[in-house]
């Protein structure tokens, strides 16, 4: 990739990461670790087509926003579950379109994946000018407002603050 | 504890095998594509369950691996839709 | 201890379980595809991390405990894809007619 050329440092890391997943995997034996050692490189190799090198993220950020993310995950899946029980399931389903701020590519796709495990919310479509089409359990419930603060929340965990696919 | 687990397991087991009757019963694709998982979750949570209650670790594995098929084969179904012609509509009852 | 780390596998077993119900509950009762979607994507998700929190402390290796969050991160990542990429596909053949 020429043009979007990954630099050694980086992959470097990334092998590292990758080779401590399949460490954790299998299980630190000596004897298997040439084996891991090629995965590793092969995975850090096929990760500099998928993943842009500027695109990193800023770890501060990251705990910020898993701080954030968390409880909201417990929130949507208790959120599903009372509905689900409850005797005549409280639902108004139905869409909404939203403007995001993101830029096409991996960092929007990354935010509609984890808008979608939010409270009610289930990013549908991505059209290229920026609108997306989010269905939602119950449209009673402020749905702009938490799609604009999940939004905020996932911008700050890129170092870039988003500005850059 | 062991007991528990093991039947925590097959709770979920039973439960997720009730989801999966629902969705397999659906005429959509897409319904019967959320069957594919429900059930990479579903057993690996119960996969779980019973490694730990008989101590093999090694069930985890299968768990695993179970929820690495079910997400490709999403991404797999996916791929195969939208490759379709598929704009012209699909005569009633048809599979896809 | 043990008997605190027990009662806490118990508790988180046991709210994991019933979120699978929820879960199965929201895809019997619920009233179009996409309702259905939440269901599957968020409760079943969230029973996953509880019975994966609750059996570590029951591991006896570190080793164990971080494959066990393995998995849950790999669930979290399947379901979050895999609802976007089945959400996609079904707009799409809704708009496509």
Not at chain 1, 11 to 17: D, K, P, Y
Not at chain 1, 137 to 154: I, N, T, Y
Not at chain 3, 42 to 67: C, E
Request: with cysteine; hydrophobic share 55%; aromatic share 6%.
């Amino acid at each position: 990739m020429p043009e979007n050329f990954t630099p050694r440092h980086v992959l470097l890391t990334r092998g590292a990461g990758f080779l401590a997943l399949w460490l954790v995997l299998m299980g630190p034996a000596l004897k298997d670790l040439p084996v891991g050692i090629v995965a590793a490189a092969a995975a850090a190799w096929t990760s500099a087509f998928l993943w842009p090198a500027r695109g990193g993220l800023s770890f501060s950020g990251m705990l910020r926003f898993l701080v954030r993310f968390l409880p909201q995950s417990v929130a949507a899946g208790v959120d599903v579950a009372r509905r689900a029980f409850a005797p005549v399931p409280p639902l108004q389903p139905g869409f909404v379109t939203y403007q995001t701020a993101l830029p096409a590519g991996m960092a929007r796709q990354a935010c509609c994946a984890v808008m979608s495990l939010q409270p009610g919310k289930l990013p549908v479509a991505a059209e290229a000018d920026g609108t997306l089409h989010i269905h939602c359990l119950d449209l009673r419930e402020p749905v702009a407002e938490q799609l604009a603060a999940d939004e905020a929340a996932f911008c700050e965990t890129l170092q870039d603050g988003g500005r850059n696919g | 504890m062991a007991e528990f687990l093991t039947g925590a397991a097959f709770f979920i087991l039973a439960v997720t095998a009730l989801g999966l009757f629902r969705v397999l019963r659906s005429e959509l694709a897409v319904e019967r594509m959320m069957a594919v998982q429900l059930l990479g979750t579903g057993a690996a949570a119960a996969l779980v369950l019973l490694g730990a209650a008989s101590t093999s670790p090694a069930t985890t594995d299968v768990a695993l691996l179970l929820m690495l098929l079910a997400a490709f084969s999403c991404a797999a179904f996916t791929l195969g839709q939208s490759e379709e012609p598929g704009d012209a509509p699909a005569p009633k009852g048809d599979e896809s | 201890m043990s008997a605190l780390a027990d009662l806490f596998t118990l508790v988180m077993v046991a709210g994991g379980a019933l979120l699978f119900l929820a879960g199965t509950l929201g895809l019997l009762r619920f009233p179009d595809t996409l309702s259905r979607l939440h269901a599957l994507s968020k409760a079943d998700n969230l029973g996953l991390g509880l019975i994966v929190l609750g059996l570590l402390p029951q591991v006896g290796s570190i080793a164990g405990g971080l494959k066990l969050v393995c998995v849950w991160l790999l669930a979290q990542l399947s379901a979050a894809t895999a609802s976007q990429l089945i959400a996609g596909a079904l707009h799409r053949r809704k708009s496509g007619r």
